[in-house]
Structure formats: structure tokens, C-alpha cells
């Protein structure tokens, strides 16, 4: 007679030990532990315990077994509980999405009950198409929408009804080998401990690289990879590149998640390289994930609510940073209730560290009432005609700046309050609303009156001085000074705009003076040496060492005094030659990657 085989999981083990041969087990062991200390004969019904000498006398009853039986039974039930799964995952998979298909079994049409000629049938239900007729892209009138609603809702498709929301699992690049969990962990804590506080605490204070894995691939792809970059990691460029693979799979999906928002404002504000499309990609899919809807119903009584509204604050605030990075229209919308974002300060789920995120959407709502005046054409001179409208939002960053300086003043320690960053944002959008005067220089006519040419000079001079103002947050600031390396791609681009502003003002008598250039020429060469002395130095491809090495070229060539040239001459031709020189490495700052350094003083 023929042994009996064993199953798979039993031979499997065997395999791997390299015994394919079954045991021959002549003994099997069938009395219980009492009965063999004894030495009796232990008598049992069907083989199983307890038997009757440990029944009668109430002890518990346990029969050993070899080491060989347990691991084949382990074996064989892990094998049991994964088909079992299996089989569940496949059952959940092949049910239907349109909760009424599965319910409603009396008005289910079979292929046998179908007419011969639906078209002509009357009674053909225009909610659901007859089954056998759907594929992936069908369409079906949605017959229950709302006449308020938007017209996309008279149509249904039946492939993304239900919760377009999910958990992302599966393989990172950890997993694959490119990286080392020792240096993901190092990485995901420099990410959390300095990186993390510059956006508003996105990933909260309990995030730890292992709960990050479990949920999303993506997100901790994003992490690593800028954590990298601004420590000048060598593990860089293999993390961007797996990034990069696993944001292009999100680019045709049908379901997205709240980390995959996360992870791609994550890389937007710092990765330079695809800024721009981490950040329309993330308002797209901000937008399919309908995080805008809470907004309205501020103050929150949900922490749903709460938690889809701080998101979507993330979003604006990285689609602004983006915008005045690459030069274009926000993507994002300023709708009523941004008007005044402190209401969201009024649920119960607030934090101290909300507070930080409101002032930033205020800021950044004025910019972009600054955006829609002026526009995006630098040879509009519409600037210098509206100097009422200049005056105004000038005054609005003012009040901006004195009402949230009182605030962190108290809240200074609870909300993580950096005085430095703090003034650096306000000079940025100082410099950016006066640099619009700026534009059109070139084109400029005799009928300029004299009060407009003096309004322009000064507003020319406000942005020269938010300009060093700017240089002054960087290099003054010995007791709490900024580590530039850690900082968001958008001051890197402010930096380069302030820097060219100040160089190209140089010898221009009729904005600054003898003494003001003097000082000018000196904040540059100061910017430099921090420049230089930085940790931005360990990384060759930061857009601040291009900076650095552009100055320092400028920043060398002697002064040209033409004692002929009038105030008038300087008014209509302003000096930009001195960026020509291909030898002063200037690609970064004349906007060679899309950013705007000389769009609005060109």
C-alpha cells in the first residue's frame, strides 16, 4: 500500500531543509504527558484528549508532539488561512461597485430574460444598462441628481462610483534594495526634525517610517528623496529616480489617497527639477479628492472636516510657492472663505501650529490679489498707473505683518515661531508687489508726468529695499540664523530675485545713493561668504550654489560711474549687460529653468 502524500506546505518545509524523503514514523506518540510519567497505559476516546485517567481525576490532559508534527501542522495551516484569503480577496473583487446591482435581485435582468431588441423596448431602465452591456468607460445617466448639482452629475460612471479613496501598499524602494532601512530611518528622522516644521507638521508628530511604509509607498519615496536633498545625500539621485516611477503611475489612476497629496506638495516645495509637476499634479488630484468642500462649513464640528481643510491649505500654499517659482497663474482658487481663514482657528482641533498655517494662506491670499492686478505680461506698465492699488496692498502686508508678529509674540513658543523666516516671507512679498514697477521701462514715452515718474522712483526704491532686506534676514542673523540648505525652493528663487535687483541697481544713482550702493555691494558679498561657508556646498546641484557663484563674479566687477548720464537717461535704459557675460555662470538667475528672476525688472 502507498503512503499517503504530503501536502504542500509539509514537502515545502522538507524542501527546504533538504529532506524530500517522508519520515517513517513506526511510533507515534498517543499517550498524554501524566499517563507516560507514569508509565500506564492512557486510554482515550478517538485519539483526542483528555483521556479517562485525566478525566476522572480532573487534570489536564496534553499529548506531546514531535518537533517534526509541529512544524508541518504550522505549515500546512498557514497554508490553509492564505487560500482562505485569497479566495476572500477574489469574492470582494468580483462584486459589483453599484451597491444597488447586488441588492436589488428582482429587477436583475439575465441574459435569458433579456428581449430580443432592447432598443425598442420600453421599459428600458435608463439608471442601469442591461447586464452584459457595461464596459470599463460606460456611461449611464444618473437620474437621481440634483438639478443644483454640476451638470457632470447627470452622468454616472459606473467604474468610480463609490469612495475614490485608498490605502497604497505594497513594495517601496526599501524593499527593492535601493536603500538601506538604516539610512531610510536616518533620512525620514532629519525629514521630520527639520524638514517637516518648514510646511506645517503635514505628516503629523506620531509619523515613524514604519507606519509611513505600511501606508503609502509614495510618501515615504517622497520623504527620503527630499531629505536627501537637502542634506546632499549621495543616495539622491537612486531615490529621485524611484520617486519619479512612482509619481508617473499616479498620473493615469482611478484612485488616489490623502498621502498621495502629501507626498507630492512634499516634493514640490523643495525638488526643483519637477516641482511643477508634483504641484499640478497634486492640485488635480486635491481637487478629485474634493478637499475644498469643507472649506466653506469652517468652523469644523468634524475632525474629517478639519483634517480635509489643513490639506487643502497645504495645497494652496505649495500651488502659490510654485507659481511665483515658475512664473504662472496660481491653479488653485481663492474661494470666499479664504477671505478669512482665522475661522478655521475656531474648532476644537486647532493647534498652536495651526497658527503658522492660516497666517501663511493670508499671506499668500494678498499675492494673490497682487497676481490678478498686475498679471503675468512684463511689458505691461500698469503698474505705474495704479499706484493707488500699489499703495493699498502694501498697506494690506503691513497690517499682515503687525497683526501675526503680535500673535506669535505670545505663541511664540507653541507654534514653533521662527523670527527669521517670519520676516524673510514678508520682504519676499514685499519685493515681489514693487517689482512690478519694473516693468515696461523700455517702452516708456515723454508723456509721463512728473508726479508719476516720482511715484515710480519710490516704489522702485521700496522694492530695492525689501530686496536687501531680504539679504539682511540672511546674513545678520547670528543668534538664530536660517539654515538655507533646509529651507523650501521658493526662497532660493527669492534670494536669486533679491540678488539680482540689488546688482542690477548698482550705479543707478536715481534709486540708490553713494552710501546705499556701498552698503548694497557689501550685503552681496556678505551673502556670498554664508553662501559659501553653508551646507549647501556638500550638495553641486542646489540652486543656492548657483546663486553663490553668480554673485561672486558680480560682485567683483568694478563700478562704472558715467558722470554724463542723467537721471532721465537712467529712466529709460537701465543697464542689463552685465548678465551677458556667459563666463558668470547666470543661467539659474535669468530664468533658464522657467524661473522669473529677470521677468519682472526686464
Known sequence: MQ??????????????????????????????????????????????????????????????????????????????????????????????????????????????????????????????????????????????????????????????????????HGLDFISCGLLSLETAENLFSYYTKYLDPLIHNVLGDDATLAATRAESSLLTAAICTVAAFCTGSESYQNCLKYFKREVSGKVFASKYSFNDVRALCIGAFWLNEISSALNGLGVRIATELDLHRCITKMPHTKRACYDRTRLYFLVYLCDHHCSLIHGRPPLTRDFSSLKSPEVFLQTRFWTARDLRLVSQVELWSISSHVFSLFGADTENEIATHRSAELHRLNEAYDEWYNKWLDVFTIQRDASNFSPGLFDLYFHSSKLYLFSHVFRGHAQRNSNFTAETEDKTTSFAQSAVESALSIIRCIVDDTETPLQLEKLPLYFATMIAFASVCLVQVLNQQKIASQAKQEEIRCYLQRLVEVLNTSLVVD????????????????????????????????????????????????????????????????
Not at 444598462?129 to 437621481?144: H, Y
Not at 537701465?574 to 563666463?583: Q, Y
Open 3 to 168: 503512503s499517503r502524500k504530503p501536502e504542500n506546505a509539509a514537502m515545502a518545509l522538507r524542501q527546504s531543509f533538504g529532506d524530500r524523503k517522508l519520515p517513517d514514523i513506526t511510533r507515534k506518540i498517543t499517550a498524554c504527558v501524566a499517563c507516560r510519567k507514569l508509565k500506564i497505559k492512557c486510554h482515550m476516546n478517538d485519539n483526542k484528549p483528555p483521556c479517562s485517567r485525566c478525566r476522572s481525576r480532573g487534570l489536564s490532559c496534553t499529548v506531546n508532539k514531535s518537533l517534526q508534527m509541529l512544524l508541518e501542522d504550522d505549515a500546512t495551516w498557514k497554508e490553509t488561512i492564505e487560500e482562505r484569503l485569497d479566495k476572500l480577496e477574489r469574492a470582494m473583487m468580483d462584486r459589483p461597485t453599484d451597491p444597488t446591482t447586488s441588492t436589488d435581485t428582482e429587477n436583475r435582468m439575465t441574459q435569458s430574460q433579456m428581449p430580443e431588441n432592447p432598443v425598442k423596448t420600453s421599459s428600458f431602465n435608463l439608471s442601469k444598462p442591461p447586464q452584459g452591456l457595461e464596459s470599463p468607460n460606460t456611461l449611464t445617466l444618473n437620474l437621481s441628481c440634483g438639478l443644483g448639482s454640476f451638470p457632470a452629475s447627470s452622468m454616472m460612471n459606473l467604474t468610480f462610483t463609490g469612495d475614490r479613496t485608498y490605502l497604497g
Open 539 to 602: 550638495h553641486p546641484v542646489h540652486p543656492l550654489m548657483s546663486i553663490s557663484k553668480s554673485l561672486e563674479v558680480a560682485t567683483t566687477v568694478q563700478p562704472h560711474n558715467d558722470n554724463n548720464q542723467t537721471d532721465m537717461e537712467y529712466e529709460n535704459d537701465i543697464d542689463f549687460s552685465i548678465f551677458m557675460n556667459e563666463g558668470m555662470n547666470l543661467g539659474y538667475l535669468t530664468g533658464q529653468d522657467g524661473w522669473p528672476m529677470a521677468g519682472p525688472l526686464s
